[in-house]
T-cell receptor, first 116, second 114 residues
Framework: AQKITQTQPGMFVQEKEAVTLDCTYDTSDQSYGLFWYKQPSSGEMIFLIYQGSYDEQNATEGRYSLNFQKARKSANLVISASQLGDSAMYFCAMREGTARDDKIIFGKGTRLHILP | GAGVSQSPRYKVTKRGQDVALRCDPISGHVSLYWYRQALGQGPEFLTYFNYEAQQDKSGLPNDRFSAERPEGSISTLTIQRTEQRDSAMYRC????????????FGPGTRLTVL
């Protein structure tokens, strides 16, 4: 079974609109971490935001917020006021277990296109 | 400070040759990770180190792949007797350790095996 599921292979969104990228995860661990990374066409992997499983508040970083719904095992990324530079591949990822230095498992990604 | 660096950025080799890919983590970062990313896919874990100790190598595809980090800083991923299926982007990441688990990625090495 896939650990991280991103159901939207591609999305087209008008500039300045808000965007929600879906991510569901599968784990039996109580302690885990959830990440979102951005990969523009240049190929670099840019860390965006992190949510710990015990964090009570949804994580926010500037225009990025993580809509964490633990019971539904959902960790959607919300980008407010989208910009042309947001066009990129976005990966949701999870680190399982209590060892906070353990490997990250990535989803297949969502390619986001921002239209002018 | 400088981010994670990798060299070479591009490597083209013939099938059967050995290759060594180098990763220089962010200064002071304890943990170092190797991932492989196929085109259009997310990175897949290969192996990781805390300091010089290899903690998990469960993602290495077979015994042609090995990695080391002898002094707890720079790491080398070696692929022996390369095959065409080894062609991919190889990414290195590092994290501070000690409870800070955000991994920061390098630019990757694009390996092409002819």
């Amino acid at each position: 079974a896939q650990k991280i599921t991103q159901t939207q292979p591609g999305m087209f969104v008008q500039e300045k609109e808000a965007v929600t990228l879906d991510c569901t995860y599968d784990t039996s661990d109580q302690s885990y971490g959830l990440f979102w990374y951005k990969q523009p066409s240049s190929g670099e992997m840019i860390f965006l935001i992190y949510q710990g499983s015990y964090d009570e508040q949804n994580a926010t970083e500037g225009r990025y917020s993580l809509n964490f719904q633990k019971a539904r095992k959902s960790a959607n990324l919300v980008i407010s006021a989208s910009q042309l530079g947001d066009s990129a591949m976005y990966f949701c990822a999870m680190r399982e277990g209590t060892a906070r230095d353990d490997k990250i498992i990535f989803g297949k990604g969502t390619r986001l296109h921002i239209l002018p | 400070g400088a981010g994670v660096s990798q060299s070479p950025r591009y490597k083209v080799t013939k099938r059967g040759q050995d290759v060594a890919l180098r990763c220089d983590p962010i200064s002071g970062h304890v943990s170092l990770y190797w991932y492989r990313q196929a085109l259009g896919q997310g990175p897949e874990f290969l192996t990781y180190f805390n300091y010089e100790a290899q903690q998990d190598k469960s993602g290495l595809p077979n015994d042609r792949f090995s990695a080391e980090r002898p002094e707890g800083s720079i790491s080398t991923l070696t692929i022996q007797r390369t095959e065409q299926r080894d062609s991919a982007m190889y990414r290195c990441a590092s994290s501070l350790g000690g409870g800070a688990d955000t991994q920061y990625f390098g630019p990757g090495t694009r390996l092409t095996v002819l």
